[in-house]
């Protein structure tokens, strides 16, 4: 089918409908639901009935075109076929739509029959009918199935035998055979080589051969071997996987060629086989399902039980049956619980139904008189579609409420981890501590089985039962307690050990239990002590054997999904750690040095690293020399240093090309000295981090391993985050240390480019401007304040809103021979030079020429400055580098300076204005009110204010 095929449905529920939908999805077919078969169009109808589907299988087969009846299983398939429908599929559980897609595609792709003259063979000759009859006979079992198939496919082809292989690993062995061949018996193996099956599975389709012996497909040594004279086989796949092939042979050859019918015939047999086969395993898979939860339900110390949408039970665990008694089926969960409580919960369990859980305390009243306490928690049922179906509980005993929720959180604590573990030996690790964490007993013992061995070896023990008990034996399945538990699949305790039974080392009156893990293994708990273990000890440990079973079954297939799991949350754990504590330190660093101790002592404590150190650039000197290390190794950088220009090794690059630069081959041409470096301290692998905060550079960390695969790509991005963060807090404190600084570098340089903003309004206007200060918006733009002098406020602003920088403009004030404007930009010079820890104390710009007078902290780089600025500016010129002392105003001489500016009025108003709540809001009081406490009138009082206000402003301001 090349071209898009209809297929019409009549009678789907929207289910139904959605999974036909999705089983045809990859082929070439068009699936419309229809409401009549009347109206239906296509090239196949499906019909969908319930009991009785007589009638709707009358209007399928009085249609010109195939159909197939999907009904339920009791309907009588041979009346349905005498009204004329192409063929039958009932609705009998598992893989039922995988049954029905096939009916439709082979009603879709019929094969040509033909007789031995070539012209087509008549329906009747093609027992389709017969064949499905088999396939769906309740009565049969599924190898029965298998086998009649095989014999109707003999008896049709006129072969003496035929059989179904399962081919594994190049071996192929017969799972059955029919036929009287002596050497094509069940269980029989056979290199794939061997057989004729290979050029089968060779061909990737149904191979025929009437005569081995006039045919180049079969070589005459497999004929030798087996002594077929003819041959049709066919592959067989389950679940789009190949598993065998299904072979039709005789010992005398064909008396005439196999037709295109027969091979279509045999393929028609394969495919009902294979799907015989997917629904096995389908079944097996469910059984698998159903039989842990029920496990896992069953292992549970409280009841646990289910409702339908109605709030009637309809499942439940053992301990909700030993305490409710038999008769539950049907009957409401408030049934058995006392009066007082019904109401709560019934109400609790219809808000499940309603899609909300909840949790509510009842007392239940057990069938032998008895009464415990409870709270159930209700959670919504819900199928594939979202759609609510019932209300799932369970209780947990309030008596023991505590013990009880430490053992729930670490038994769920356990299973999470075994079902993370990455094979079999490491749920074994994993399920010995958490007995001795859950059970509360040091000595545990976890054996897997040995399939090829047939024996029980121990994979782990305890710390503890490896110091008393020893190396421990290995049993075979059988031998010993711990043969005979996982031999019978029945746990075992026993309270009080007699004298020479158990280890030696346990003696008499000992207690150990035994419990199988499923078909891996066996766990078993001790101690010296009588009588130890109580029921919620069993339970428990049955617990952790059945999480341990599933874990074990789960691991092989999914190892690979869980080591990448287990090494994602190793790393998350270990990267959050890191980053918690190293932000602690740069919170917390009140200098530089104490910064870059603290974040080397962070990092070289952190695996996978060994050794890390800080490197601060000598602008002077063109060197960069380690200022902080730390670490486990005994790496030498003290007193070394390298070249900021031209350095071939990995700390130079890292600062000039402000990229993190890895070197795991400290040998290679680009490693420079650090083969020499490292030694013999042990670390193989190094990444050299800039640090920079936007234009400033503040050097390198580099931080180095022992393993050479240890830094990664995941910890070049950690560290680069890092480094970003560090180099941000280096910048914090280098801008606040000229808050506190007595000596200072006072810096004045001026720049006629016309790059900055400054020199461009100045030349284009022929005005003189002036910076009155900086700001920032939520955003992240800058507000620079500029005063402008020679020139008109809208003739700057027109020039201001053309220029590419500027991203809107503002004028604040406009006086005849001055204006204030506010530019908002995206970045500034001005905000550079304060992110670098400068502080520009005057900016004034005339003629297309900007004059800044710039203060840094005494210690700080001011050539690394000036060149920061050159470089951006290349017709920076420096006009003065003065070093001076500033004295430090404490509180009390700015008061006293304001105090000395103030008149006696002035200072009246301004204290009575702020004490008497004029500032507040709403205000306490009014302007009158002051005046007239002042004993003046209200426009004097606000002219004192103002003034006073005025030269509070321009003490902080100016």
Not at 214 to 229: F, G, K, N, V
Not at 448 to 471: C, H, K, R
Not at 552 to 580: P, S, Y
Not at 917 to 933: I, S, T, Y
Request: aromatic letters at 6%; a negative charge; proline letters at 4%.
């Amino acid at each position: 089918m090349s071209a898009t095929t209809q297929v019409c449905v009549v009678g789907a529920d929207d289910g139904l409908f959605e999974r036909l939908t999705t089983a045809f999805a990859e082929e070439p077919i068009d699936v419309q639901r229809v409401a009549t078969v009347e109206a239906a169009s296509g090239a196949c109808l499906v019909g969908v009935a319930g009991a009785d589907g007589t009638e709707l299988a009358a209007a399928l087969g009085s249609q010109s075109v195939p159909s197939v009846l999907y009904i339920d299983s009791e309907a009588d398939a041979a009346e349905l076929y005498d009204a004329g429908v192409t063929d039958v599929v009932r609705r009998d559980g598992a893989g039922a739509v995988a049954g029905l897609r096939h009916a439709v595609m082979q009603c879709l792709e019929p094969a040509p029959m033909t007789t031995d003259g070539g012209q087509q063979a008549q329906p009747a000759d093609f027992p389709l009918k017969e064949l499905h009859e088999i396939a769906t006979d309740r009565e049969l079992s599924r190898d029965a199935k298998i086998d009649a198939l095989l014999t109707a496919g003999l008896e049709q082809l006129d072969t003496s035998s035929a059989f179904l292989s399962r081919i594994t690993d190049d071996q192929q062995e017969i799972v059955t055979s029919v036929g009287d061949h002596p050497e094509l018996t069940p269980g029989k193996q056979t290199p794939l080589s061997e057989t004729y099956c290979q050029y089968t599975i060779a061909a990737g389709e149904t191979l025929s051969v009437g005569d081995v012996t006039e045919s180049d497909t079969i070589p005459d040594e497999r004929y030798e071997q087996w002594d077929l004279q003819c041959y049709l086989g066919a592959t067989v796949t389950v679940d789009d996987e190949q598993y065998g092939t299904i072979c039709f042979v005789d010992d005398t050859a064909q008396q005439s060629a196999f037709t295109d019918g027969d091979r279509h015939f045999a393929e028609v047999v394969t495919d009902w086989i294979g799907y015989l086969l997917e629904q096995q395993a389908y079944e097996e898979e469910l059984d698998q399902q159903r039989a842990f939860t029920e496990s896992l339900m069953d292992s549970l110390p409280d009841p646990l039980f289910a409702t339908d949408n109605g709030g009637r039970l309809i499942r439940w665990n053992e301990r909700f049956e030993e305490l409710a008694g038999t008769d539950i089926e049907g009957r409401r969960p408030a049934e058995f619980m006392v009066e007082e409580d019904r109401a709560a919960v019934t109400e609790a369990i219809e808000n499940a139904l309603d899609g909300v859980g909840s949790s509510v305390e009842a007392t239940m009243a057990v069938h032998e008189g008895q009464q415990y306490p409870y709270e159930f928690s209700n959670a919504p049922l819900r199928d594939d579609s979202g759609a609510v179906t019932g209300a799932a509980t369970v209780g947990r005993d309030m008596t023991e409420r505590q013990a009880a929720q430490e053992q729930l959180a670490g038994i769920l604590d356990t299973t999470r981890s075994l079902m993370q573990a990455r094979d079999r030996e490491h749920v074994a690790e994993i399920a010995v501590n958490a007995a001795k964490d859950l059970l509360g007993f040091d000595l545990s013992v976890f054996r897997l089985y040995d399939s090829d061995a047939g024996t029980l070896i121990p994979a782990a023990m305890t710390d503890e039962a490896a110091d008393v008990l020893g190396e421990r034996p290995v049993y075979d399945v059988g031998e010993g307690n711990p043969g005979e538990v996982f031999a019978s699949g029945e746990p075992r305790t026993i309270n009080s050990l007699g004298e020479g039974e158990g280890p030696p080392a346990l003696g008499a009156g000992a207690s150990v239990m035994y419990y199988p893990v499923g078909v891996h293994g066996t766990i078993s708990v001790s101690t010296t002590e009588a009588n130890a273990f109580d029921e919620r000890d069993e339970q428990m440990l049955a617990l952790l054997a059945t999480s341990a079973a599933a874990a074990c079954m789960r691991a092989k297939r999914e190892q690979d999904v869980r080591e990448a799991q287990e090494h994602t949350e190793r790393v998350l754990d270990r990267v959050n750690g890191l980053v918690q504590n190293t932000v602690e330190v740069l919170v917390q660093a009140q200098t530089r040095e104490e910064l870059e101790d603290g974040v080397v002592e962070q990092l070289a404590a952190a695996e996978p690293y060994a050794f890390a150190w800080i490197g601060q650039p000598d602008v002077a000197a063109e060197t960069l020399s380690p200022s902080a290390w730390s670490g486990s190794a005994a790496v030498p950088v003290r007193g070394r240093s390298f070249p900021l220009v031209g350095g071939n090794e990995p700390v130079s690059r890292a600062y000039n090309e402000q990229e993190p630069q890895i070197l795991t081959d400290f040998d290679s041409a680009g490693a420079g000295p650090w083969a020499e470096i490292a030694g013999d301290s042990g670390v193989n692998s190094l990444i050299a981090i800039p640090l920079v905060y936007k234009d400033a550079n503040y050097g390198v960390l580099t931080v180095l391993a022992e393993e050479q695969d240890a830094l990664d790509e995941r910890e070049r991005i950690v560290l680069e985050s890092l480094g970003r963060v560090i180099a941000n807090a280096i910048n914090a404190i280098e801008r606040g240390r000229i808050l506190d600084a007595t000596e200072i570098i006072e810096l004045e340089f001026s720049i006629s480019d016309q790059e900055l903003l400054f020199s461009r309004l100045s030349g284009a206007t022929d005005c003189v401007l002036e910076s009155a200060g900086t700001d920032y918006s939520s955003d992240g733009s800058i507000r620079l304040y500029l005063t402008a002098r020679g020139v008109a406020a809208d003739e700057l602003i027109a020039i201001a809103e053309e220029d590419v920088a500027v991203q809107s403009v503002t004028c604040i004030v406009d006086h005849e021979e001055e204006c204030l404007l506010e530019l908002t930009v995206e970045d500034s010079l001005l905000a550079m030079l304060t992110e670098y820890g400068a502080v520009p104390r005057e900016v004034t710009a005339e003629h297309g020429t900007a004059r800044f007078i710039v203060e840094l902290p005494y210690e700080a780089e001011a050539r690394d400055l000036f060149e920061l600025v050159e470089n951006q500016y290349p017709s920076t010129e420096l006009l003065g580098y003065h070093e001076r002392e500033r004295p430090v105003e404490t509180r009390q001489e700015f008061r006293a300076a304001l105090s000395d500016r103030f008149t006696d009025r002035q200072e009246t108003a301004l204290r009575t204005a702020y004490l008497g709540g004029f500032f507040d809001w709403p205000r306490e009081v009014d302007g009158n009110e002051l005046a007239e406490a002042m004993d003046i009138s209200r426009p004097t009082y606000h002219q004192h204010l103002r003034s006073a206000q005025k030269k509070v402003f321009e003490e902080l301001f100016d």
